[in-house]
């Protein structure tokens, strides 16, 4: 007999926890994709519409609650989106700043069950320094990469065409199959399905794991 896959319902996410550093993460994850982007990005609309709530994210940039890591549970047990701290806020004081790019390096580098970074860039502005970073970092490790091209809404389809190739095209010279790139807009919800799609592929396999890498899917 065969069963259907589980699938996630993006409109079930919940706030689960915020971490100011590796040990304060939830233990109990078996996959996490986590966001990243620069300030002013468009992460954090991304983050409400893929999950077609209006206030999901915002929680990162309450003043008082400037977290390292805010988790949030997909209706699955042990799937989890992380929000990752909008780089360059210019509000954040440089102590803090330092905090979060010292925590922020210790989630990257440490944390097993991350899957995938999702990285977000205004399709106007893309590959800035910050990003140029993230990308080093996930062709050094191996971690899959999903680029999200924002705002799309703020161009003409010739230059979101043009710019989404050339994006990819100097991308996948770098990264190969582990990287995949699309265009995307929170204020016209373009390319939701595409990014809920590329996000159940990805995770379903490890609903139902006991947390580590089976022989299926371990990258050694
Ligand atoms: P974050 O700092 O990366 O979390 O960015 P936000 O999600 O808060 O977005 C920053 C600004 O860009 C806000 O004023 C949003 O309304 C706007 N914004 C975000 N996504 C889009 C989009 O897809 N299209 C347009 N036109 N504006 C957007």
């Known amino acids: ?88 806020y210019a509000k954040v004081p440089v102590a803090m700043k330092e905090h979060w790019q010292k925590h922020l390096d210790e989630y990257l580098q440490k944390r097993e069950v991350l899957r995938c970074v999702v990285l977000v860039m205004d399709i106007r502005h893309p590959m800035k320094e910050f990003d140029e970073m993230m990308v080093q970092w996930c062709q050094n490790t191996g971690m899959r990469l999903h680029v999200l091209l924002t705002k799309a809404d703020k161009l003409k389809r010739g230059p979101v065409q043009s710019t989404l190739l050339q994006v990819r095209k100097a991308l996948k010279e770098r990264l190969g199959d582990s990287v995949s790139v699309q265009a995307f807009s929170a204020l016209k919800h373009t390319g939701v399905q595409e990014l809920q799609q590329l996000i159940s592929e990805l995770m379903i396999p490890w609903y139902g794991s006991d947390g580590y890498a089976t022989d299926e899917h371990s990258t050694e």
Do not use: W
């Open 1 to 88: 007999m065969t069963t259907n896959p589980p699938a996630i319902h993006f409109n079930q996410t919940r706030f689960c926890i915020s971490a100011a550093k590796l040990s304060q993460c939830p233990s109990d994850s078996t996959a996490e994709i986590a966001f990243a982007g620069r300030s002013n990005a468009g992460k954090s609309s991304a983050i409400n519409v893929l999950t077609q709530q209006t206030k999901l994210a915002r929680t990162s940039k309450t003043p008082g609650r400037t977290q390292l890591l805010n988790f949030f549970d997909l209706n699955l047990q042990g799937l989890r989106i992380v929000d990752l701290p909008g780089y360059g």
